[in-house]
């Protein structure tokens, strides 16, 4: 089966933050989102450098090699922040989530690290269910029963900071299918937008860009206390 992708993307400051430290890719391959960490040393440097590393690896892959591809992109973005600190030290300290899919046909690789988000619409025209399908790296989630535990930070457990320790993404494969719709996204979406809103514009809106433009302006209208990155990923049947 040959399938099409077609995506759009949008970054919007918010109402709050003076600042845009998130950041985007919307390539032929490969889609990813930065969000630099806010009250962080030089957060938008820290997306930027990321995203302008990951994006040297948006080229065609062979489905066998999109993990491991994928995995090398991430690898050396935090090496590129490694190095960046190593010649800035005033930097040091700064830090960026990522959420990115590379894509080869009717596969995909998924990675993240940090809490920007991924989800999947699974057929589109139809009464489909929008789903998580990343995990928010948070210290909340490693602990069993974070429900019985008050008072658990919302505080990042992995991020990208140029170190070594513990700072690996989850790479998942991923089967795309025609009708799918996916989103990769900032917490300037996610923390403050109900999931039930993210679902009703995901699966009403008639192109990427409308879903873009509908996802964007439930974050401002939710308050916008962050910057908000959206990008959509529409996969067609070409």
Known sequence: MTLRVDAAGGSHLGLVRRRNEDAFHLGQNLLAVADGLGGHVAGDVASTTVIETVKQYDRVVEPAALTTTLGAAI????????????????????????????????????????????????????????????????????????????????????????????????????????????????????????HRLLHDALSSAGTPQDAVDQLVTLALEHGGPDNVTVVVIDVNCR
């Not at 190095?83 to 590379?102: F, H, K, S, Y």
């Open 75 to 194: 690898s050396a973005a935090n090496t590129a922040l490694r190095q960046r600190v190593e010649a800035e030290p005033d930097l040091a300290g700064m830090g960026t989530t990522l959420v990115a899919l590379l894509h080869a046909g009717t596969s995909a690789a998924l990675a993240n690290v940090g809490d920007s988000r991924a989800y999947l619409l699974r057929g589109r025209a139809g009464d489909g269910e929008t789903s998580q399908i990343t995990e928010d790296h948070v210290y909340r989630h490693l602990v069993a029963d974070s429900a019985d535990v008050p008072h658990l930070p919302e505080k990042l457990a992995r991020f990208l900071d140029g170190r070594v320790d513990g700072r690996s993404p989850d790479i998942t494969p991923l089967t795309l299918r025609p009708e799918d719709r996916l989103l990769l996204c900032s917490d300037g979406l996610s923390s403050y937008v109900p």
